[in-house]
């Protein structure tokens, strides 16, 4: 069973740092690419940064553009979100799912998130 366990969040004060961790099982995340995806409070989720199977290319949303990157590391099955210079807009679920980095298309099921929460 693909499963996605996202954790790292946490409440920190605006201008703070914060590491999201995403652990695939049931697959082999060195196959996929990944986004990681944000749903903040009466608004529509959306794609913060995607990487592709390799590591070798990434986008991000202009939002985060200079204070988020994704990484991944295959052998541990696991992708990351460092975030850092967080504004009280950055406040939402984080999520990660696989994509399809050229088209940005997503597929499978949603995990449970991590909440990040940034305080002024």
């Known amino acids: 069973q693909v499963q996605f366990v996202e954790s790292g969040g946490g409440l920190v004060q605006t201008g703070g740092s914060l590491r999201l961790s995403c652990v695939a099982s049931?697959?082999?995340?060195?196959?996929?690419?990944m986004g990681w995806y944000r749903r903040a409070p009466d608004k529509e989720r959306e794609l913060v940064a995607a990487?592709?199977?390799?590591?070798?290319?990434?986008k991000y949303a202009d939002p985060v553009k200079g204070r988020f990157t994704i990484s991944r590391d295959n052998a541990k099955n696991t992708v990351y979100l460092q975030m850092a210079s967080l504004k009280p807009e950055d406040t939402a679920v984080y999520y990660c799912?696989?994509?399809?980095?050229?088209?940005?298309?997503?597929?499978?099921?949603w995990g449970q998130g991590t909440q990040v929460t940034v305080f002024s």
């Open positions: 799912k696989r994509i399809w980095f050229a088209t940005l298309a997503q597929f499978g099921s």
């Open positions: 990487i592709t199977a390799t590591g070798g290319d990434r």
């Open positions: 049931g697959f082999s995340l060195s196959n996929y690419d």
